[in-house]
T-cell receptor
Framework: RKEVEQDPGPFNVPEGATVAFNCTYSNSASQSFFWYRQDCRKEPKLLMSVYSSGNEDGRFTAQLNRASQYISLLIRDSKLSDSATYLC????????????FGKGTKLSVIP | EAQVTQNPRYLITVTGKKLTVTCSQNMNHEYMSWYRQDPGLGLRQIYYSMNVEVTDKGDVPEGYKVSRKEKRNFPLILESPSPNQTSLYFCASLGTDTYEQYFGPGTRLTVT
């Protein structure tokens, strides 16, 4: 079974803090990786894709380590509006379009 | 506006009473799927469809049916709902060029 593992948290951090989430995946054939954000009782939405070279979008940085089958998300200068659950998502490989979701890491940014 | 719509958004029903949750997308996506989300279990795929008339089981298909007669619609059918199907359900469609999954707003189902 293809697994995606995340620390469930919750992570409670003050505004302005830097916080990092980690995720491991078991399927070495996976080619595409993502972070989704889910607000309470809402649908998940794509936050960013994760590329081998690492990628940055404003305060968010995603990293991929294929050798260790490990993905990370770094949030700098946390805002109250960053409070949400962050889902690590891994494509199942071989162009299947099947996505496996981690159970999510809950982040609360505190004033 | 690109979107996935689901109806109803909230539904309370009784055991054994057949129900259908509709799902529609306006992005001309070929790939669509249904998930359920339960506390502590995360998102689990129920069924998916690669194209019209092509459907396949996901991780938790028992007790559910789907159909894909048109590209834009992918209804979820519970022939005889049971209390363990009480959950939050999401329909989604996938852009196969970007792998971005677009989710509907969710249907909160309670089976008593």
């Amino acid at each position: 079974r293809k697994e995606v593992e995340q620390d469930p948290g919750p992570f409670n951090v003050p505004e302005g803090a830097t916080v990092a989430f980690n995720c491991t995946y078991s399927n070495s054939a996976s080619q595409s990786f993502f972070w989704y954000r889910q607000d309470c009782r809402k649908e998940p939405k794509l936050l960013m894709s994760v590329y081998s070279s690492g990628n940055e979008d404003g305060r968010f940085t995603a990293q991929l380590n294929r050798a260790s089958q490990y993905i990370s998300l770094l949030i700098r200068d946390s805002k109250l509006s960053d409070s949400a659950t962050y889902l690590c998502v891994v494509e199942s490989g071989a162009g299947s379009y099947q996505l496996t979701f981690g159970k999510g890491t809950k982040l609360s940014v505190i004033p | 506006e690109a979107q996935v719509t689901q109806n109803p958004r909230y539904l309370i029903t009784v055991t054994g009473k057949k129900l259908t949750v509709t799902c529609s997308q306006n992005m001309n996506h070929e790939y669509m799927s249904w998930y359920r989300q339960d506390p502590g279990l995360g998102l689990r795929q129920i069924y998916y469809s690669m194209n019209v008339e092509v459907t396949d089981k996901g991780d938790v298909p028992e007790g559910y049916k789907v159909s894909r007669k048109e590209k834009r619609n992918f209804p979820l059918i519970l022939e005889s709902p049971s209390p363990n199907q009480t959950s939050l359900y999401f329909c989604a469609s996938l852009g196969t060029d970007t792998y971005e999954q677009y989710f509907g707003p969710g249907t909160r189902l309670t089976v008593t």
